[in-house]
């Protein structure tokens, strides 16, 4: 069987016509494989739902419990039957639940690799390489201009600065899945076990990462409303982004804003969004990392779903792969 006759992109997402199914479709559809939880990937709407139980806790968090008619819970490294295609999840290493998504019919293997990444993180299973013909990958950080540097020393400058100005608390921006938690952990593991302040938006998915058995500390609200400014002086604050440009974050003392994105390395982006410490962290590879594994999936085809894909196409072109762009649309990489 062709690849194409075994998943190919339609205006709804990547569709399966031999099991009748889409990944991560971006439109309702009757059963859909969800490959993690962020909106642009999970969309409610949809009949039936295959994903991790994790992935179906955090869309119902998200969306409320009816977000779909039918979920269903997929264990990570265990394939089933779907209309007489196999199916198979495994780990990703993007966030919580997050998964591979692999297609198997008539002699043909295709892993759908949604978003993941390749450092080490304690708040998710950590990615494994499937083999497979055809290996579908993100291009968020696609460009040899991006290496992403060391986690502990882009946090280790937070807590420098912490130190530094003891007056000021420290507004972080995360997003609030996955990117909040990792933050949370890499702290932690810096050796600040003080209090960690957040946003009301990033409660209820840090507790599900505690339910989860994912250890964040002591977390307490960022209430200022009842609250002295000084109060939160030498605090960490976490938020997500835009609560940043409200006058909620103008109540705190001297407030440093901060940002964690792997998009922080370029400098007029850190510039543009007023970020005085910009921390280069990502839940997605950088260019080497990018590299690095499709060198060992050892594919003999690669499709890019969006970002760079013109660099990484001629990458594997140079490298006698061959590689095509899918130009699916939905799905955001400037939100990592």
């Known amino acids: 069987m062709r690849p194409d006759d075994l998943l190919h992109p339609t205006p709804k997402g990547l569709y399966c016509p031999p099991g009748d199914f889409y990944i991560d479709p971006v439109q309702p559809v009757e059963t859909a494989l969800i490959t993690h939880g962020h909106a642009d990937h999970a969309r409610a709407g949809h009949d039936t739902v295959f994903a991790t139980q994790q992935t179906l806790d955090i869309m119902a968090i998200r969306y409320g419990a009816d977000h779909c008619t039918a979920p269903h ?63 579908i990958t993100e291009a968020t950080f696609a460009l040899p201009v991006f290496r992403h540097p060391n986690d502990r020393a882009e946090i280790d400058k937070l807590i420098a600065s912490v130190r530094q100005f003891p007056e000021s608390a420290h507004l972080v921006g995360v ?83 901060c940002f964690c994105s792997g998009w922080m390395q370029v400098r007029q982006r850190a510039k543009q969004r007023g970020v005085e410490l910009p921390i280069i962290l990502s839940d997605h590879c950088d260019w080497d990392e990018l590299l690095d594994t499709i060198l060992e999936v050892a594919p003999k085809e690669v ?6 894909d013109d660099a990484l196409v001629r990458w594997c072109t140079m490298n006698n792969i061959k590689a095509r762009p899918l130009h699916l649309v939905g799905y955001e990489d400037e939100n990592e």
């Open 303 to 308: 499709w890019v779903t969006h970002g760079r």
């Open 73 to 135: 819970a997929v264990d990570l490294r265990e394939t089933f039957s779907l209309n007489g295609v196999t199916v198979g999840f495994y780990p990703a290493g993007h966030v919580l639940g997050s998964a591979q998504i692999l297609v198997e019919f008539d002699g043909t293997r295709i892993v759908a690799s949604g978003d993941y990444k390749r450092r080490k993180d304690p708040t998710c299973e950590p990615f494994e390489p499937v083999a497979c013909d055809v290996f």
């Open 175 to 257: 997003y609030a899945l996955g990117k909040a938690q990792r933050v949370i952990s890499l702290i932690r593991g810096a050796g600040h076990n003080a209090p960690i302040y957040i946003h009301g938006s990033l409660a209820k998915l840090c507790d599900y990462y505690e339910s989860q058995g994912i250890d964040l500390g002591v977390l307490e609200p960022a209430t200022v409303a009842n609250s002295k400014k000084g109060d939160f002086a030498g605090a960490i604050v976490l938020g997500p982004p835009s609560a940043f440009t409200d006058k909620w974050a103008r109540r705190f003392p001297d407030p440093i804003t």
